[in-house]
């Protein structure tokens, strides 16, 4: 029995010790991913993308509301098949309006995950390999703010280290941070 409180007790200084040398650092990556020249062409890209969809759903609209003056201003001298017809062809428009609509975001939705995910990827990496190099033991993310406090003398902030590694001028900022 004591033998085997001898070895907790030798497992826990041991452990005490081990954690006083442990190094953490921080970075708020969402920073980083907008500081990249990957997500500049990756908003371009979407933009681009976005107002292609936008223009298709105007000439929709634009279709639409030509049938629907058509409609309101002959619906009085047609008879009641050709009436029954367009009012047909009118909600059918407005189907396709919404369910163009509704894709349309969910396309835009997936462009955007398609674009962003490798360019997390990216930063992720040189985030994993400046850690690595500096012997981290942790990295907080500090764009969620799940972290309360953090001593900057202990926690390395990787950011302008990670900036460097990817290329990106050390004075660019995000444009959240620009006034």
């Known amino acids: 029995m004591k033998k085997i409180a001898l070895l907790f007790t030798l497992a826990f200084v041991a452990v005490s ?13 969402t920073e980083l991913v907008s500081l990249m020249s990957d997500t500049d062409s990756a908003m371009v890209k979407l933009k681009a993308y976005q107002t292609e969809l936008e223009e298709e759903m105007d000439a929709m609209k634009v279709e639409y509301n030509n049938k629907l003056n058509t409609y309101q201003q002959k619906a009085a001298t047609w008879t009641a098949a050709i009436k029954e017809a367009k009012e047909a062809e009118l909600s059918e428009m407005v189907g396709r309006l919404e369910q163009f609509q509704v894709t349309a975001q969910q396309d835009l939705g997936q462009m955007n995950q398609t674009l962003m995910v490798p360019i997390y990827d990216k930063a992720k ?28 003398k202990i926690s390395t902030d990787l ?18 941070q620009i006034q």
């Open 125 to 152: 990496a040189a985030i994993d390999k400046i850690a690595k190099e500096k012997g981290l033991a942790f990295v907080f993310e500090m764009s969620t703010n799940p972290v309360i406090y953090y001593d900057e």
């Open 17 to 29: 010790v081990n954690a006083q040398n442990l190094k953490f650092g921080h970075i708020n990556t």
């Open 159 to 176: 950011l302008p280290l990670a900036k460097a590694a990817l290329g990106i001028p050390a004075e660019k900022v995000a444009p959240s």
